[in-house]
T-cell receptor, first 111, second 113 residues
Framework: KNEVEQSPQNLTAQEGEFITINCSYSVGISALHWLQQHPGGGIVSLFMLSSGKKKHGRLIATINIQEKHSSLHITASHPRDSAVYICAVKGAETSGSRLTFGEGTQLTVNP | DGGITQSPKYLFRKEGQNVTLSCEQNLNHDAMYWYRQDPGQGLRLIYYSQIVNDFQKGDIAEGYSVSREKKESFPLTVTSAQKNPTAFYLC????????????FGEGSWLTVV
């Protein structure tokens, strides 16, 4: 079993739909990242969470430390949101920025 | 603008040849990292460097080599010893090794034929 599990692996939505991507992890962590990978391969950081909830525009990320679970929500989805979304955790027992990555969720938003 | 520049974006090489991927950052970050991405798998750490003139093996270092002679540069050499070199390679950096915020480059696609 991977330390970081994402679901679903693939998600297709219609423009305007509310989208949720889930991430479960099996280790204690100090931080969780949500990343977006563009079709060309470049990765940008969307959120870094250690507790609670963060919001940026139409994106919302939540984390439940007790349940070892995080969700990324996209409201009013748009075709430009189509990308791979990656969850990554920084283990509490690990020093430094070594991250463990999920396999990613491929999101396609159709017009 | 500050950032991480990887080159080349696409690279084709014949089997048995060494190839070097460039990674340059102008963020004044101490720590730099190389990751490999394969279809259906999460990113895996190849090598990392906490500070100039220092580097450490990651989880899949076999068949790879790195150097960190300058703070802004962390080139990765994929040697002929790497059994399955065809992959997408990502360079990243953070302000320090213990820092939480990590920045990624645009990646390099390596195809070995």
């Amino acid at each position: 079993k991977n330390e970081v599990e994402q679901s679903p692996q693939n998600l297709t939505a219609q423009e305007g739909e509310f989208i949720t991507i889930n991430c479960s992890y099996s280790v204690g962590i100090s931080a969780l990242h949500w990343l977006q990978q563009h079709p060309g391969g470049g990765i940008v950081s969307l959120f870094m969470l250690s507790s609670g909830k963060k919001k940026h525009g139409r994106l919302i990320a939540t984390i439940n430390i007790q349940e070892k679970h995080s969700s990324l929500h996209i409201t009013a989805s748009h075709p430009r949101d189509s990308a791979v979304y990656i969850c990554a955790v920084k283990g509490a027992e690990t020093s430094g920025s070594r991250l463990t990555f999920g396999e990613g969720t491929q999101l396609t938003v159709n017009p | 603008d500050g950032g991480i520049t990887q080159s080349p974006k696409y690279l084709f090489r014949k089997e048995g040849q060494n190839v070097t991927l460039s990674c340059e950052q102008n963020l004044n970050h101490d720590a730099m990292y190389w990751y490999r991405q394969d279809p259906g798998q999460g990113l895996r750490l190849i090598y990392y460097s906490q500070i100039v003139n220092d580097f450490q093996k990651g989880d899949i270092a076999e068949g790879y080599s790195v150097s960190r002679e300058k703070k802004e540069s962390f080139p990765l050499t994929v040697t002929s010893a790497q059994k399955n070199p065809t992959a997408f390679y990502l360079c990243a950096s953070s302000i320090r090794y213990s820092g939480n915020t990590i920045y990624f480059g645009e990646g390099s696609w390596l195809t070995v034929v």
